[in-house]
């Protein structure tokens, strides 16, 4: 269906809160669950089978996500301390090629 300004049926008002679920949320619903015959929830066994991957059996990226998330991700500069790089954006109108 096309966009036509000053539709009728436009949802001015947007999806009411609440209304549908995402995938994050549903994700974090079931994290909280104890799984039958089980003492721990999802959330705690996927923790600790990730700190086994990353520390126990050594995977790099494991080390890299718990570290990214616990830390944050290191910030990124250009160029030096002292001297910021500096970048000029110059706009050109380009002729279409023929």
């Known amino acids: ?4 300004k000053g539709d009728k049926r ?3 008002n ?11 949320s549903l994700l ?16 705690k066994m996927f923790i600790q089978k990730l700190l086994h991957k990353a520390l126990v059996e050594g995977d790099t990226q494991s080390l890299k996500l718990i570290i990214n998330y ?9 160029g ?6 500096k970048i000029k954006v110059e706009m050109v109108d380009a002729e279409p090629s023929e």
């Open 1 to 4: 269906m096309t966009f036509i």
């Open 80 to 85: 030096e301390q002292d001297h910021p790089l």
């Open 10 to 12: 436009i949802n001015r």
């Open 70 to 78: 616990t830390d944050g991700l290191p910030e990124a500069k250009l």
């Open 28 to 43: 974090k619903e079931e994290l909280e669950k104890i799984p039958k015959n089980g003492t721990k929830t999802y959330k």
């Open 14 to 24: 947007g999806r009411p809160k609440g209304s549908g679920l995402n995938l994050t």
